[in-house]
């Protein structure tokens, strides 16, 4: 993912897809990628990525929902 940035972590998955859908209701592309264990499920976390070039416009919009 060239270009794209990480702006949100959280061991929870449905976290990390509740911020990706608030970043695409604003009009922000973002992806969660899953990496946590299969084996081991308290391993890992959940990453959202954004597009370098709207990252601080992204972190600001989570800020302001207090996600983390």
Known sequence: ?????KIFSNS??????MVAAWLH???IEAK???????SY??????EV???SILAEEA???IDQMQFT
């Open 32 to 38: 969660v990628m899953n990496r946590k264990d299969s």
């Open 25 to 27: 209701e604003n009009h």
């Open 12 to 17: 929870q998955l449905a976290t990390a897809s």
């Open 49 to 51: 990525y954004v597009p």
């Open 59 to 61: 972190i600001k919009l």
């Open 1 to 5: 993912m060239q270009d794209w940035k």
């Open 41 to 46: 499920v308290f391993m890992g976390e959940a």
